[in-house]
């Protein structure tokens, strides 16, 4: 049977392991983890549309889908957009 997906099971695979790595870099909390962590929360929204087989839409459609599907994500999300602390953005990734 042919998998239906947006992008395939390696891919996947190899973004969870680097959305891992980069968490770590951000634990050290030096100039690099910092840039890694803002850098992350760019890219993440994208990402987490990919890993859950879903297309992305853009910005604006992709948080009104959060707000409407998944509350707990869009609070996640919401928490690391507005303090931009690493720790809230850990919690989001």
Do not use: C
């Not at 890993?51 to 009104?64: E, N, P």
């Amino acid at each position: 049977m042919e998998e239906h997906s947006v992008i395939p099971s390696d891919e996947k695979k190899f973004m969870m392991s680097w959305i891992k790595k980069t968490m770590q870099r951000v634990e050290k909390n030096d100039d690099e983890g910092n840039y890694r962590a803002l850098a992350f929360l760019w890219e993440s929204m994208t990402d987490y549309f990919l890993l859950r087989d879903l297309f992305y839409f853009g910005s604006k459609k992709a948080v009104a889908y959060l707000k409407e599907k998944d509350a707990e994500g869009y609070r996640l999300y919401h928490d690391a957009i507005t303090d931009r602390t690493n720790a809230a953005i850990r919690e989001w990734a």
